[in-house]
Each structure stands twice: as structure tokens, then as C-alpha cells.
């Protein structure tokens, strides 16, 4: 079973991708955070930056498309593989955000089945590059995903990437396992699990429903636990030293990608946000050493409470 890292907006992007790859490893695919087709242009210039070969070397990545506009589809993912010669793609039905939803797009496509029908017929008619689905069970209740399979069922899908819960449920709850192992034997696609897996634990208790599983997609798992995959595959834990240099080459990077250090000591909180409580339980060390970081104003602060944090953990 192969594990792949699922992409989270904002986080997940080319420097940390970069990062887990060299200090962790273990991970036999990676997805790009989503992009959606522009009306007057193909994609942004911080789109290119995320996506471009030089900035991804050294592993598989995915670049994850968000819409509902099937010209708009084949026109990006043309142009994606002309430029960067990708040739696979994912489509996002599983995102749950208002303010996506609310336009049909992510989750919200699996509201109007007629029309998701049509959009798949259109793209699966036309393109020839590998297309894998990252879906949720429906909008409200999971018995809508016999429906919504059905439908998937018609195209060559290349991976069935199922996250066991409703929009409505966010992320919220115990996922819907009993729906995701009838779907995983009824679908003519590969399937891929995602949801709830934050560790060698977790995904041992649910062995059973990953039967013909043919891959495990985890991402606040990883962000917790960097090195999650690498246990999953039989290595070690990471160790403090391993964790400071990762954490240290990210916000270094960012220093460089980032005009200012207030967006960079905003992107290393909302990493800390997940890792803190993790080396906090890992360590047994006083809880308020990772709330310093997040509350710290300065890149400074930040850097001095992230020094103690990791005396503590030594």
C-alpha cells in the first residue's frame, strides 16, 4: 500500500514539500494544494512558483484543479503539460469551505449530480492524461455517496480518493468506515483512504476497512508528526535535532520566498499550531513553551521560544 500526502491550502506548498522530502521521506506521491482556471489568464505567477519542475524535484507531485468548468479543465491541464509536462490530475469534489461549496465547486459538485455527470463525461471524453477524483461522501448524508459512485463509475477514473465524511461534517466526528469499505469493493477505480489518520496507532485500528486499499492519503497527520510516513514504512521517529533543522530550512526558505518577516512568522504559526501539541505529548514538556511560539510578534520571539522549546525536548 503506498502512501501519498494530501495537499493542504496554505501549508503543503513547494518549500515544505521540499523540506519533508529531504529530512522524512516516505511518501510515494505528493499533491499540490488546489488551482482553479482563470477567465483571463492560465494561472498566477505564485501558481507557477508552486508547480514549476525546478521547484519540485526529486518526487511525484499532483497538481489538484478545482472547478467545474470543463473547458476550463482541459485548457489548464493542456497547458500544464506543455509547460511542466505533467500528466496527471487531480479533481477536488471533497473540499468542504463555504465560500467553495457555495459556488458548486468542491464538495458542493456533488449537490448537482446531473451536472457533475456532464462535466465528467465532458473531460473523460477529451483529455488523455491520467485523472484521479479526491471526494467526500456527499453534501448531507453519506448514503448519497451509492448515487454519486455510480457516476463515478462511468469513467476511467485513475485513484478513487475517498475522505469518509459528508460536507457537512467538516472534519468533524468518526468517519463513515462502513461506506468507505462497501465503496472501496464496489468501485471500478482504484481507491485511496483519507481521513483520521494521525498515527501508526490509527491506522492500525483501521486495517480492516483498507482491504484492496491501494493507497492511504494522510496531511494533518503529517503536519503534526513530519515523520509519520516514514514510521508507517518501518523507520524511525523522528529525533529533536532532525525536527529543528526541518523546522529551521522551512522558515529560511520562506525568508526567501517572502517580502517582510510578518507573512513568514504567520506561515511557521500555523505549522507550530499542529507540530506544538505533538512534541509537547511526544516529550511530556510544558504546554505553554508551544504556546509562546504562537503567540510570539516578532521573528525574533519566535525564533527564541522555538530555541527553548527544543531545549526542552533535548
Same mark, same amino acid.
Given at each position: 500500500m503506498e502512501l501519498y500526502q494530501a495537499p493542504l491550502e496554505g501549508i503543503s506548498g513547494y518549500i515544505y514539500r521540499k523540506a519533508i522530502h529531504k529530512y522524512f521521506g516516505g511518501i510515494d506521491k505528493y499533491f499540490a494544494p488546489f488551482i482553479s482556471p482563470y477567465e483571463k489568464r492560465i494561472i498566477t505567477d505564485r501558481e507557477r512558483n508552486q508547480l514549476c519542475p525546478e521547484h519540485n524535484e526529486g518526487y511525484l507531485l499532483v497538481p489538484q484543479i478545482?472547478?467545474?468548468?470543463a473547458n476550463g479543465f482541459l485548457e489548464l491541464t493542456g497547458w500544464l503539460n506543455e509547460h511542466y509536462g505533467y500528466e496527471e490530475f487531480n479533481l477536488n469534489f471533497g473540499c468542504p469551505s463555504g465560500t467553495v461549496v457555495s459556488k458548486g465547486r468542491g464538495a458542493g459538485a456533488l449537490g448537482n449530480?446531473?451536472?457533475?455527470?456532464?462535466?465528467?463525461?465532458?473531460?473523460?471524453s477529451v483529455s488523455p492524461y491520467r485523472i484521479s477524483i479526491k471526494t467526500r461522501l456527499g453534501?448531507?448524508?453519506?448514503?448519497? +455517496?451509492? @448515487?454519486?459512485?455510480?457516476?463515478?463509475?462511468k469513467y476511467p477514473i485513475s485513484e478513487l480518493i475517498i475522505h469518509p465524511r459528508v460536507r457537512a461534517e467538516l472534519y468533524k466526528g468518526v468517519p463513515h468506515y462502513d461506506i468507505y469499505k462497501a465503496a472501496n469493493e464496489k468501485s471500478n477505480s482504484l481507491t485511496v483512504y483519507n481521513g483520521n489518520i494521525t498515527s501508526l496507532d490509527s491506522l492500525h485500528n483501521i486495517e480492516g476497512v483498507l482491504d484492496s486499499t491501494n493507497a492511504v492519503m494522510i496531511g494533518r497527520g503529517m503536519l503534526s508528526n513530519p515523520s509519520?510516513?516514514? @514510521?508507517i514504512k518501518g523507520g524511525a521517529s523522528a529525533n529533536a535535532d532532525e525536527l529543528c533543522s526541518f523546522i529551521? @530550512?522551512? %522558515?529560511?526558505?520562506?525568508? %526567501?520566498? +517572502?517580502s517582510g518577516e510578518i507573512p513568514v512568522l504567520?506561515?511557521?504559526?500555523e505549522i507550530w499550531s499542529y507540530m506544538g501539541p505533538y512534541l509537547v505529548d511526544k516529550y511530556n514538556i510544558d504546554e505553554r513553551l508551544s504556546k509562546k511560539i504562537i503567540k510570539a510578534k516578532h521573528l525574533s520571539e519566535y525564533n527564541i521560544c522555538k530555541n527553548e522549546l527544543f531545549r526542552a525536548v533535548k
Open positions: 478545482l472547478t467545474m468548468d449530480l446531473m451536472k457533475l455527470d456532464e462535466f465528467l463525461d465532458r473531460i473523460f453534501l448531507h448524508n453519506p448514503e448519497e +455517496f451509492d @448515487e454519486i459512485l455510480d457516476i463515478y463509475n509519520l510516513f516514514r @514510521e529551521d @530550512e522551512i %522558515r529560511d526558505d520562506y525568508m %526567501r520566498d +517572502f504567520h506561515k511557521m504559526k
